[in-house]
C-alpha cells in the first residue's frame, strides 16, 4: 500500500501533526531497514560504542522491532534526534519510530497527535547539583541558574515546582544532553534538572561521579516510551507487541540464552503462543510465526535489555524500582499473548 502523508494544521509550536496512512509495516519491509529515531547521545539508553555501534535500552527496542520484521536487528537506521527536532522528524515520516527517553503526555497524544506504544521507562524528574554547592533540597534552589533542555516536559515541570514552592530560578536553555553536561560541569548553572535516569546516566560519565549528588526531590512523572504516529495502527501494534513480548518474555523466564529450547520443549501455553508454536499471533500482525523469538533472540527479555544496560550492575546503577515485573510489585504489565 502506497503511504500518503496527510498535513494537519500546525500547531503554535510548529510541531505539526502529520498522519501517514496504514503502510508503514510495508514501507519496512520494501525498505529492508527500520528508521528508528533515538537521542543524539545517553549512555546507557542509545549512545554509539567505541566502534560506532548503538547501543541501549532504547535502542534495544529498536533492534527487536527489526529482529521481529526485517528478522535481522542491525537493520536498523539510527538516527539521532534531539528533543526540539524528534516530533517534526517522526511527523514528518523521516522516523518509522522513536524511540528516545520520551514522556507520553496528553498534548503529544492529543495534539501532536502520535501514539505511544506502552512504557518501557517509568521516570520522574530530578535535579543534580555538586556537592560543593551544599545544598541537600530542591526547594533550597531559590535563585539558581538551572541547565535545561529546550523542548521538554522537564522545561514544563520546572516552571511548575519553582512557581508552586515560591521560589525562582534562571533557564540556561540547552539543546543536547551533551552540551548540558559540558555547561553543568564548567558551571554555567548550578543544577542540572532532566528524567532521573538521564541523570543518572549523565553522572556516570563524570571523571568523578562522588563529587555530584542527585537531590531526593523527584517533581513529576515521566512515563518514557516508544512512539509511532497517529493513523497506522497495524504499525502501532507491531512496535507495541514487540515491546509486550519482551516484557512477557521475562514474566516467563523467556531469555536469549534459552528461547530456543523453550520454543521447542515448553509445556506453558501462553510461552508456546509467544513463541509461534501455537496458535497465530505472528500472522494476525502481517509477521511470520517466530517473530517474537527473534525480538527476544536479538538482545534479551526485557530484564535482560535492563540489566545490560542501565541495571545495577551497570555503570548507570539503575535499580528495577518501578520498572519491576507487576509480579514483583514494580508496573511492568504486558497484556496476555492471547
Ligand atoms: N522525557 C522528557 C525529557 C527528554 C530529555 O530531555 N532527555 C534528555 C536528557 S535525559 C536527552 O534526551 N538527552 C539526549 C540528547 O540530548 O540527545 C521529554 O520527553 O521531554
Known amino acids: 500500500m502506497k503511504k500518503t502523508v496527510i498535513l494537519g494544521a500546525l500547531t503554535v509550536a510548529g510541531l505539526s501533526a502529520t498522519a501517514a496512512a496504514a503502510g508503514t509495516l510495508d514501507d519496512v519491509k520494501t525498505r529492508g531497514k527500520l528508521n528508528c529515531g533515538v537521542s543524539t547521545g545517553l549512555v546507557g539508553f542509545a549512545a554509539p560504542d567505541a566502534n560506532g555501534e548503538w547501543k541501549g535500552f532504547d535502542v534495544a527496542v529498536c533492534r527487536a522491532v527489526a529482529a521481529a520484521v526485517l528478522g535481522d536487528p542491525t537493520a536498523v537506521e539510527?538516527?539521532?534526534?534531539?528533543t526540539k527536532t524528534r516530533f517534526t522528524a517522526l511527523?514528518?515520516?523521516e522516523l518509522d519510530m522513536l524511540a528516545r527517553?520520551?514522556?507520553?503526555?496528553f498534548s503529544r497524544d492529543v495534539d501532536l497527535k502520535f501514539t505511544f506504544v506502552g512504557v518501557n521507562y517509568y521516570d520522574g524528574q530530578g535535579f543534580m547539583v555538586p556537592k560543593s554547592l551544599g545544598v541537600s533540597s530542591a526547594k533550597e534552589l531559590d535563585g539558581a541558574t538551572v541547565c535545561i533542555q529546550t523542548g521538554t516536559t522537564t522545561e514544563l515541570n520546572l516552571a511548575d515546582f519553582f512557581r508552586a514552592n515560591n521560589i525562582s530560578y534562571e533557564p540556561v536553555p540547552i539543546?543536547?544532553?551533551a552540551?548540558?553536561?559540558?555547561?553543568?560541569l564548567a558551571g554555567a548553572c548550578d543544577t542540572y534538572t532532566t528524567d532521573a535516569s538521564g541523570l543518572a546516566s549523565t553522572r556516570a560519565t563524570f571523571e568523578t561521579p562522588g563529587d555530584h549528588v542527585?537531590?531526593?526531590?523527584?517533581?513529576s512523572k515521566e512515563p518514557l516510551g516508544p512512539l509511532v504516529r497517529h493513523g497506522d495502527d497495524e504499525w502501532a501494534d507491531v512496535v507495541r507487541w514487540?515491546?509486550?513480548?519482551l516484557m512477557t518474555a521475562e514474566e516467563l523466564d523467556v531469555t536469549s540464552a534459552n528461547v530456543t529450547e523453550m520454543a521447542a520443549n515448553t509445556g506453558n501455553p501462553e510461552v508456546a503462543r509467544l513463541l509461534g508454536t501455537e496458535g497465530t499471533l505472528g500472522e494476525m500482525l502481517g509477521l511470520d510465526a517466530d517473530w517474537a523469538m527473534r525480538a527476544i533472540a536479538a538482545g534479551g527479555n526485557y530484564g535482560e535489555v535492563f540489566a545490560k544496560n542501565i541495571g545495577e550492575e551497570t555503570p548507570i546503577g539503575l535499580a528495577r524500582g518501578l520498572n519491576g515485573q507487576w509480579t514483583d510489585g514494580g508496573l511492568i504489565y504486558s497484556p496476555p499473548f492471547r
Open 101 to 105: 527517553n520520551t514522556t507520553w503526555t
Open 78 to 82: 539510527f538516527i539521532p534526534t534531539t
Open 175 to 177: 539543546e543536547t544532553n
Open 91 to 93: 511527523a514528518s515520516g
Open 179 to 184: 552540551e548540558g553536561q559540558q555547561q553543568y
Open 214 to 219: 542527585l537531590l531526593p526531590e523527584i517533581i
Open 242 to 245: 514487540t515491546m509486550n513480548a
